[in-house]
């Protein structure tokens, strides 16, 4: 199973984050949408699980919630804009991954044996940070995580 995470297009949704989520058996989007145009091309390709960032405003992004949990192939991830935020002890509560955006620097790294995952901005870009989105390979309960870094 394919997971497609992206965050931080603030209304702004590149071809380049089209093809690189093309295949994904669902998408995650870590916050600051921008506008709900883009959480509606995203479902045109895949389900689209989405949380509500600092920027989202108005009666759409009301309807997001501010975190999210997400059962995929029997792993929970748990995905929330702001990392700051998160108040939870992973491992004890059985979660496999956290997703979240908000900073715009991608990572991927391991921890008590959760997986953190930051898709970076796949929005307009910020500072001299790259754009980008990433996946999570799901295979015999096993995740792998890459960053994809766009042409933008």
Known sequence: MRVGAISDTHGLLRPEAVEALRGSD????????????????????????????????GEWANRLLLTEIVEVAQSLFYILHDLSEFDLEPSAAGF????????????????????????????????????????????????????IELDA
């Open 96 to 147: 496999a991954a956290v997703i979240s955006g908000h900073s715009h620097q991608p990572y991927i790294r391991e921890e008590n044996g959760v997986l953190y995952l930051n898709p970076g901005s796949a929005g307009p870009r910020r500072f001299r940070l790259p754009v980008s989105v990433a996946e999570i390979l799901l295979a015999e309960g096993r995740l792998e995580a890459r960053l």
């Open 26 to 57: 669902l998408i995650i989007h870590a916050g600051d949408v921008g506008k709900p145009e883009i959480l509606d091309a995203l479902r045109e390709l895949a389900p689209v699980y989405a949380v509500r960032g600092n920027v989202d405003r």
